[in-house]
């Protein structure tokens, strides 16, 4: 899958994944949408975004999480 919102550059932001180099993380995103945020308070929030910016923002991290195995702690 090719990424074209995503940018990660060594020399912004620590090198974080983030949206067309507006340092904006995609983490942000991501938990502002966990946070149950709507895509309008996001885009308020952000102006500079675009409602695709979201959109791929979550598949990137859809991405990334499956590229690497997590630890499942078995509940008690």
């Known amino acids: 899958m090719k ?3 995503i940018t990660v550059d060594p020399h ?3 090198g974080v994944p983030c949206v ?3 340092r ?3 983490a942000t995103i991501v938990a ?3 946070d149950g945020m709507s895509e ?3 885009l308020r929030a952000y102006p500079d975004l675009e409602p695709e910016d979201i959109r ?5 991290a859809a991405e990334a999480v499956q590229e690497r195995e997590l630890p499942l702690v078995p509940a008690p």
């Open 3 to 5: 990424f074209r919102r």
């Open 56 to 60: 791929e923002a979550l598949r990137y």
């Open 32 to 34: 502002m949408v966990a």
């Open 20 to 22: 067309r180099g507006l």
């Open 12 to 14: 912004q932001m620590g």
């Open 24 to 26: 904006i993380p995609v």
């Open 40 to 42: 309008a308070e996001i």
